[in-house]
T-cell receptor
Framework: DVKVTQSSRYLVKRTGEKVFLECVQD?????MFWYRQDPGLGLRLIYF???????EKGDIPEGYSVSREKKERFSLILESASTNQTSMYLC?????????????FGPGTRLTVT | EDKVVQSPLSLVVHEGDTVTLNCSYE??????LLWYKQEKKAPTFLFML????IEKKSGRLSSILDKKELFSILNITATQTGDSAVYLC???????????FGTGTRLKVLA
């Protein structure tokens, strides 16, 4: 079974703090994704990575950056947290493009910025 | 702009009822459509659909895709309280790694 883990289930940070959310997958997947999920808005893609050190912006990258130094690990960084970044953050991984594939999700991190 | 729309937004039924959830899409270069179930945690995969008219079935859940009319339905028969969840639909397009998600349908099954 694919396992995607996230470093924290719940996190409370103050405005202006630098926040790191980590995601690790154990299936040797090339692709990894960061989403945020908000009521009424569904899942929105922040960033994704299709290889080590490779990244692409999703639909809402502003205020976020990412790092992928190792294949199994994909980090989301909030450089200076703001209250509008309070949300549920979901990480996912998948096998390479070229065939229909499914995304496997981690348990999510509920981030509150006060 | 690519978009995925799910309906209804929410639904309340009683145990034993049958429900039909809808997902319509407007995307360029459709590749596949996925259904997920999300309880109070990560979405869990239900079905992947790539071809029209072929029903995917798992127990009381089934799903079918219509690529001509650009929609999919998820059916749940003999609903149980454990079916209460948000059901998410996502569409992938060729040439990209991304999926576009709908906002989900929140299903509540009453005992």
């Amino acid at each position: 079974d694919v396992k995607v883990t996230q470093s924290s289930r719940y996190l409370v940070k103050r405005t202006g703090e630098k926040v790191f959310l980590e995601c690790v997958q154990d299936m040797d997947h090339e692709n990894m994704f960061w989403y945020r999920q908000d009521p009424g808005l569904g899942l929105r893609l922040i960033y994704f990575s299709y290889d080590v050190k490779m990244k692409e912006k999703g639909d809402i990258p502003e205020g976020y950056s990412v790092s992928r130094e190792k294949k199994e690990r994909f980090s989301l960084i909030l450089e200076s947290a703001s209250t509008n970044q309070t949300s549920m953050y979901l990480c996912a991984s998948s096998s390479p493009v070229g065939a229909p594939y499914e995304q496997y999700f981690g348990p999510g991190t509920r981030l509150t910025v006060t | 702009e690519d978009k995925v729309v799910q309906s209804p937004l929410s639904l309340v039924v009683h145990e034993g009822d049958t429900v039909t959830l809808n997902c319509s899409y407007e995307v360029t270069n459709f590749r596949s459509l996925l259904w997920y179930k999300q309880e109070k945690k990560a979405p869990t995969f239900l079905f992947m659909l790539t071809s029209s008219g072929i029903e995917k079935k798992s127990g009381r859940l089934s799903s079918i895709l219509d690529k001509k009319e650009l929609f999919s339905i998820l059916n749940i028969t003999a609903t149980q309280t454990g079916d209460s969840a948000v059901y998410l639909c996502a569409v992938g397009t060729s040439g990209t790694y991304k999926y576009i998600f709908g906002t989900g349908t929140r299903l509540k099954v009453l005992a």
